[in-house]
């Protein structure tokens, strides 16, 4: 099993930039596809962008397209979750997770990290 934690979260203002980061122990990290989610207050999780274990394919929420970056490096155990453009509806906790498919569907995705919080001021 692998054990993953998030950090990078922080203030920003609206238009800014974050860089989130997820480090993970064990050998097979390499063999894990990734994905980014996140939880605002009083809503359900939601699918933010994922990546495929070789990081050649990637798949993102509508919501975030054009804006944010998930790059993994396979060598360090850790991806990524660059974040431009930020907006107050950006803000919640972000968790990172893995899964045997690229999905959006956070139900097939497990071993969660503890998450970080992100928080946009307009």
């Known amino acids: 099993q692998v054990q993953l934690v998030e950090s990078g979260g922080g203030l920003v203002q609206a238009g800014g930039s974050l860089r989130l980061s997820c480090a993970a122990s064990g050998r097979a990290f390499r063999y894990y596809n990734m994905g980014w989610f996140r939880q605002a207050p009083g809503k359900e999780r939601e699918f933010v962008a994922a990546?495929?274990?070789?990081?050649?394919?990637?798949n993102y929420a509508d919501s975030v397209k054009g804006r944010f970056t998930i790059s993994r490096d396979n060598a360090k155990n850790t991806v990524y979750l660059q974040m431009n453009g930020l907006k107050s509806e950006d803000t919640g906790v972000y968790y990172c997770?893995?899964?045997?498919?690229?999905?959006?569907?956070?139900?097939?995705?497990?071993?969660w990290g503890q998450g970080t919080q992100v928080t946009v001021s307009s």
């Open positions: 997770a893995t899964a045997d498919r690229v999905t959006s569907d956070a139900g097939q995705y497990d071993n």
């Open positions: 990546i495929r274990w070789s990081g050649v394919s990637t």
